[in-house]
């Protein structure tokens, strides 16, 4: 069974099943705590990924899949807001790619390029891209 699997049937694995992941976690910088709170909470949902928490030592929110707080999101103050990061999560269905492109548009995104088959990457390459609200590359992807 895949994460994806695991994911979409609610099973949880025992911790010597589960696949490793290649990145464990990321944590971006936000000018705007509350800004990005909304944005990626409404733009996450469609994927299957929520918020988990906030309030975290560093003032952040965890945002993930059940069992997963794979993204984070903390308030600049000695370190500048993120800027540059391109950030890619994994998609259930190419309409899931599709809600999340009209969510982060609703609420503060910019489009980078709409959903769509991805050719320069592969035939089944199903994605869209937005700039969050400090401008950071943010993709939602199918494979499939």
């Known amino acids: 069974m895949n994460e ?4 979409l049937t609610g099973t949880v694995l025992p911790v010597e099943e589960r696949p490793i ?3 464990d976690h990321v944590t971006i910088v936000v000018s705007d705590l509350a800004v990005s709170d909304r944005f990626y909470t409404a733009a996450l949902a469609p994927l299957g990924i929520e918020r988990l928490r906030s309030g975290d030592v560093d003032g952040g929110v965890a945002f993930g899949r059940p069992h997963a707080d794979d993204f ?6 000695e370190v500048a807001a993120t800027t540059t990061a ?9 309409a899931a790619v ?4 009209r969510a ?4 503060g995104g910019e489009s980078r390029r709409p959903p769509g088959v991805q050719t320069e990457y592969s035939e089944g390459y199903y994605a869209a891209f937005v700039s969050d609200p400090d401008g950071n ?6 494979h499939g």
Request: proline content about 8%.
């Open 21 to 23: 992941p290649v990145v």
């Open 137 to 142: 590359n943010i993709e939602a992807v199918h």
């Open 98 to 101: 599709d809600d999340f492109y």
């Open 72 to 77: 984070g999101i903390m308030p600049a103050g």
């Open 86 to 94: 391109h950030i890619a999560f994994g998609s259930p269905s190419r």
């Open 104 to 107: 982060a548009l609703a609420t």
């Open 4 to 7: 994806l699997q695991v994911v």
